[in-house]
T-cell receptor, first 106, second 118 residues
Framework: SQKIEQNSEALNIQEGKTATLTCNYT??????LQWYRQDPGRGPVFLLLIRENEKEKRKERLKVTFDTTLKQSLFHITASQPADSATYLCAGGVIWGAGTKLIIKP | ETGVTQSPTHLIKTRGQQVTLRCSSQSGHNTVSWYQQALGQGPQFIFQ???????GRGNFPPRFSGLQFPNYSSELNVNALELDDSALYLC?????????????????FGAGTRLSVL
């Protein structure tokens, strides 16, 4: 079945460092991938969309890549801040990953 | 704030009952999608409505049904509630200019309705 997999373990990063989150898809080829941020008790908030023919997309401190050979997207947050602590979700069409919890320590 | 509002915020029901959840879309949006999110999991797609017609459905039984109204607000109805239906139900609205493409566009989510089935 079509799947999106994200690292289920929480990612602990020191403030100021770059956080890198991984999204792998299997059994289908999404034309685009979206990344969302979700805080506890809230709905997901859109961050970035990248199409399969785009290698990289940037928005302020955020960068996302799309590698169709590896069937993978990487999401980077540079100069991370404690306020970046949240769960980050990857979605390809109607298929969503379970999210990775990111914790930025001061 | 996304402009998408959901009601109620919390709901407790017993097994076998029926429930209706409501969603008010962001102004100007013509598409609404519903998701079920269990604790610690990602959203699971239930269905999507484009201009009052269902144009896609996930792997959910027929007891999950919906409506989209002319003002693009929406309802999710669940009949014969089961314990496993306990979850956060999310509504997302979007603007689809191309005509009913499934979950292609940026989605704006409400805060969700937390449903507990006892």
């Amino acid at each position: 079945s079509q799947k999106i997999e994200q690292n289920s373990e929480a990612l602990n990063i020191q403030e100021g460092k770059t956080a890198t989150l991984t999204c792998n898809y299997t059994n289908y080829s999404p034309a685009y991938l979206q990344w969302y941020r979700q805080d506890p008790g809230r709905g997901p908030v859109f961050l970035l969309l990248i199409r399969e023919n785009e290698k990289e997309k940037r928005k302020e401190r955020l960068k996302v890549t799309f590698d169709t050979t590896l069937k993978q997207s990487l999401f980077h947050i540079t100069a991370s801040q404690p306020a970046d602590s949240a769960t980050y979700l990857c979605a390809g069409g109607v298929i969503w990953g379970a999210g990775t919890k990111l914790i930025i320590k001061p | 704030e996304t402009g998408v509002t959901q009601s109620p915020t919390h709901l407790i029901k017993t097994r076998g009952q029926q429930v209706t959840l409501r969603c008010s879309s962001q102004s100007g949006h013509n598409t609404v999608s519903w998701y079920q999110q269990a604790l610690g999991q990602g959203p699971q797609f239930i269905f999507q409505y484009y201009r009052e017609e269902e144009n896609g459905r996930g792997n959910f039984p027929p007891r999950f049904s919906g409506l989209q109204f002319p003002n693009y607000s929406s309802e999710l109805n669940v009949n014969a509630l089961e314990l496993d239906d306990s979850a956060l139900y999310l509504c997302a609205s979007s603007l689809d200019r191309a005509g009913g493409q499934l979950a292609k566009n940026i989605q704006y989510f409400g805060a969700g309705t937390r449903l507990s089935v006892l």
